[in-house]
């Protein structure tokens, strides 16, 4: 039981940690291609599809750094 609460705290923070990575990255690209004023999912989607898919391949990279099983492929799917 307190191995499997350990495990969905770990999860519930990398899930934290990546949305605050992917809105900084989102808002330093929005910012340096002008795109101020729009909000992160309006930047995600006005990007092209190579650059959204790198952003959700790198989910799965860091899942796999912290030892996290992630399912980012599933949804790129």
Same mark, same amino acid.
């Given at each position: $039981?307190?191995? %499997?609460?350990?495990?969905? %705290? @770990?999860? =519930?923070? +990398?899930?934290? =940690?990546? %949305? !605050?990575?992917?809105?900084?990255k989102l808002f330093i690209?929005?910012? *340096?291609?002008? $795109? #101020?004023? $729009?909000?992160? #999912?309006?930047?995600?989607? *006005? =990007?092209?599809?190579?650059e959204r898919k790198a952003?959700l391949v790198k989910k799965?990279? +860091? ?5 996290? !099983?992630? @399912?980012?492929?599933?949804? $790129?799917?």
């Open positions: $039981m307190r191995k %499997q609460k350990r495990h969905c %705290q @770990s999860s =519930l923070t +990398f899930e934290n =940690l990546w %949305q !605050e990575w992917l809105d900084t690209t929005g910012k *340096s291609r002008k $795109m #101020e004023g $729009m909000g992160d #999912e309006e930047i995600f989607k *006005s =990007l092209p599809a190579d952003l799965d990279d +860091f899942a796999a750094k912290a030892g996290i !099983e992630n @399912s980012v492929r599933a949804v $790129m799917s």
